[in-house]
């Protein structure tokens, strides 16, 4: 049966941490120079709506390190949706692929591409989710603090595809989470009651409020004000969020042992500074590589290979 990466409600704590695990032994063998063709002949291939660095670059850089290989479609190359339906889409690529990396505007796509594949697919982001980056996020917070339960991890900004992944990850590991947003910009009430209902004692604030919000902080994460697909909004949105950027100010209100996260690309100057984002708190660029190991734990875990 197709094992898929959809929505992070979908996977329960025992997934996440199994694909942590491999995560982390994959990345060790990989410091060592180790690069075991755990996925030799195993073919990826990733459609994309939208543009992307780190996803792409680092679902096809995992694929080769593990053996495999990667094909990249731009939508408009694959016809999806124009040229032809997607269900049709979904079954030709599910015959010459091993697994499928979809980034689509909407999340509606990505639903009816899985209902109509035989093969895995990994939602590589769509309007509403980003589950293989709040993955590594959670991640890389492991790394920074070893045992997660009860550290405090802070959101401040758009409550977007990020932040409602990001939601589902830390119910599943016991981190409690601080959502710091404008009133209508926040998660909303139907997803976390969904929440609720497969994980009953998740921990999710939504709130206004910085200094209740970042005392206790262990991270402190932001993302763009304007996401892919929101572009007619940008000039509104600049004004909603202009006193949640994450600046030195803001950071004081949080310890100084809190590390500050951003999922990139950045939009230095507005949501976070520069002497936040490259200064000693910042683990960004740490939490941009996991993407790749990540993704190779992921890539092992849904084609059922045990590194
Ligand atoms: N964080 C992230 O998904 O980056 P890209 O848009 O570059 O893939
Ligand atoms: N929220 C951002 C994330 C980019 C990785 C967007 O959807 O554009």
């Given at each position: ?161 990020v932040a409602t992944s990001l939601a589902a990850v830390c119910a599943r590991l016991g981190v409690p989470l601080t959502i710091c947003a404008p009133l209508d910009y926040r998660i909303e009430d139907g997803y976390l009651a969904e929440l609720k209902a497969v994980v009953p004692n998740a921990e999710v604030v939504q709130t206004c409020e910085f200094k209740s919000a970042l005392k206790d902080a262990a ?89």
């Open positions: 049966m197709a094992r898929h990466v959809n929505s992070a409600l979908e996977m329960s704590t025992s997934d996440i941490e199994q694909i942590f695990v491999y995560a982390h032994t994959l990345k060790k063998q990989w410091s060592q120079g180790v690069r075991h063709p755990l996925l030799a002949n195993r073919v990826l291939t990733q459609v994309f709506e939208k543009p992307s660095l780190r996803t792409r670059v680092s679902f096809e850089a995992a694929m080769m390190q593990l053996g495999g290989s990667s094909i990249f479609l731009s939508s408009k190359d694959a016809g999806i949706g124009g040229r032809e339906s997607i269900c049709d889409v979904a079954r030709v690529l599910g015959g010459y692929s091993d697994v499928i990396v979809l980034r689509t505007f909407s999340q509606q796509l990505i639903d009816e591409f899985i209902r109509c594949s035989g093969t895995h697919v990994i939602n590589g982001l769509s309007d509403l989710r980003h589950p293989c980056q709040a993955l590594t996020d959670l991640f890389t917070m492991q790394e920074a603090f070893g045992d997660l339960r009860g550290k405090k991890f802070v959101f401040v900004g758009d409550g977007n595809n991270i402190v994460y932001t993302d763009v004000w304007t996401s892919m697909g929101q572009e007619a909004e940008a000039a509104e949105r600049k004004q909603v969020f202009a006193s949640y950027q994450v600046n030195a100010e803001l950071m004081k209100l949080a310890p100084k042992t809190a590390r500050f996260m951003h999922c990139l690309p950045a939009k230095r100057g507005q949501e976070v500074t520069d002497d936040i984002i490259d200064g000693p708190q910042s683990i960004v660029f740490e939490q941009a590589a996991n993407r790749m190991h990540l993704a190779k734990g992921l890539l092992c875990w849904v084609l059922g290979v045990e590194p």
